[in-house]
């Protein structure tokens, strides 16, 4: 089952924080771990992704570096600065909560499914 | 032979052209897409194979701009500034210099004894020629050599700014310091008063009509180069 567009396009940005919490990255890599985590199912326009980092950047959630990496190439890194942190907590809060109001309702209805 | 590097070049510039995207976006996303080259390399797909699906992966290049450009809106207005006023000031130039050179050539026409209907046409064909000649260069270098981007990276640094608009100013500075000057003080010593004036009715005659042409000629150019909505192409 795939993820709905809308739902990818909402959970971009709590996503891209919660990974750049762990550590510094970059974009291939960070869609490479959003594959992990979602087995496959939230399926990203790779390009996407980086329109996305950008506004994170120019909102200074996060901040990002031009380097050489491993392979000999350049790369730009990413990395969580503390008000990303803090918006990630926020964002984090904010989706339990929709979860948990979900799964109550649907607890209340049980033959809907 | 496929070859890979040229298509990843091939790739670059079919997005650089978008107006959305920044040089250092493309960069950004050229290395993505040679991590997935990399990557799909060891599933052994051929170069071929593997530029294909990553560029698919990536997704294509009018879609992509579209969502640059809503974050680069602020950096898409600087660009287009910046190639207003370099139009603006290249223009200058290019006004100073078929002024003097057009000066230059008619002084030379009438020392050499031509009548006055002979200088308007030299006055007139000089102008059309160093404006054609200017237009000729800036067309080969940045539409079709590429070099808009190099000027805007340039640009982008003080130093380089500086250097670009002061180099510019310097020029139009020497051509009209030629043109109200130097060239009117020798066609002064050297061409009887006679003919002096009808040097200068015939500048007169030859700056009429090209005030009046140059504009039609840039209305029909605005026209003919007006962008076309990126979003319908191949859609």
């Known amino acids: 089952m795939a993820i709905s567009k809308d739902l ?5 940005t709590p996503l891209v924080l919660s990974i750049l919490s762990q550590g510094e990255s970059y974009g291939y890599a960070i869609i490479k771990r959003v594959r992990e985590l979602s087995a496959g199912r939230i399926q990203w326009s790779d390009g996407m992704l980086y329109p996305v980092l950008h506004r994170l950047e120019h909102r200074g959630l996060i901040q990002s570096q031009w380097r050489v990496s491993e392979t000999g190439r350049k790369r730009k890194y990413y990395r969580l600065k503390k008000k990303g ?9 904010q989706w339990v909560l929709v979860y948990s109001a979900l799964k109550t309702s649907w607890e209340d209805q049980p033959c809907l499914t | 032979m496929f070859d890979l590097n040229e298509a990843v070049a091939g790739w670059r510039k079919s997005l650089t052209q978008q107006e959305g995207c920044r040089v250092a976006d493309v960069e950004e996303m050229e290395s993505h897409l040679r991590d997935e080259v990399e990557h799909l390399r060891a599933a052994n797909l051929s170069d071929e194979e593997t530029f294909l699906v990553a560029t698919h992966r990536l997704g294509d290049a009018t ?12 950096a898409i207005w600087g660009y287009r500034l910046f190639w207003i006023a370099a139009g603006l000031l290249v223009y200058a130039l290019m006004d100073s210099l078929a002024g003097v050179v057009s000066l230059a050539c008619v002084t030379a026409a009438a020392i050499s004894g031509s009548g006055s209907h002979g200088l308007t046409m ?4 000089a102008r059309a ?39 510019i100013l310097v020029l139009i500075l020497l051509s009209g310091f030629l043109h109200v000057f130097i060239v009117p003080i020798a066609a002064f010593r050297l061409v009887e008063v006679e003919r002096y004036a009808h040097m200068s009715e015939s500048a007169f005659y030859a700056s009429m009509v090209w005030s009046v042409l140059v504009p039609l000629l840039l209305a029909v150019l605005m026209i003919k180069l007006r962008p076309r909505k990126t979003g319908e192409v191949g859609e």
């Open chain 2, 129 to 167: 020629l160093t404006f054609g000649g200017v237009l000729f260069l800036l067309y080969k270098g940045i539409i079709q050599g590429g070099c808009g981007a190099k000027f805007y990276a340039l640009a982008a640094k003080p130093w380089g700014a500086v250097l670009l608009v002061g180099g």
């Open chain 2, 63 to 74: 879609s992509l701009a579209r969502e640059f450009a809503k974050v680069n809106r602020g």
């Open chain 2, 122 to 125: 030299v006055s007139f064909a």
């Open chain 1, 8 to 12: 990818v396009a909402a959970s971009a």
């Open chain 1, 85 to 93: 942190a803090e918006a990630l907590k926020k964002q984090q809060s």
